[in-house]
């Protein structure tokens, strides 16, 4: 299966001399999808936390090299979800997707 979607990445950068503020930027990808699954949480709620491991391939620019640290969501299925790991396999990137993002997204 095929993937088109946009990454989030968090950066800090130094708005004036010793203030740091973290932004937010989106930048669109193409890869494949590479595992589809999903997994219920504990039971011990009133209503299960669905969390989705689905596994994202995207080909990776210079851009992605060197800020996969800072990878927070990717949107799927018109949602972000949060990317819970990221494994680098030059020149791919595979994200592992889980939860809902529910945190800040560029203006």
């Known amino acids: 299966m095929k993937f ?8 800090t950068t130094e708005v004036r001399p010793g ?24 039971d011990n709620k009133v209503n299960a936390d669905i ?21 927070i969501y990717v949107w ?8 819970s790991r990221v494994e680098v396999e030059f020149p791919r990137l595979t994200l592992t997707i889980g939860e809902v993002y529910n945190g800040e997204r560029p203006a």
């Open 76 to 83: 799927w299925m018109g949602t972000p979800f949060t990317v």
């Open 19 to 42: 203030v740091q503020m973290p932004t937010i930027t989106e930048r669109p990808y193409y890869g494949d999808i590479q595992r589809l699954s999903r997994r219920l949480g504990p």
């Open 4 to 11: 088109y979607g946009n990454v989030g990445y968090r950066i």
């Open 51 to 71: 969390t989705i491991e689905n596994q994202i391939s995207i080909v990776s620019d210079p851009f992605a090299l060197d800020h996969f640290q800072n990878i």
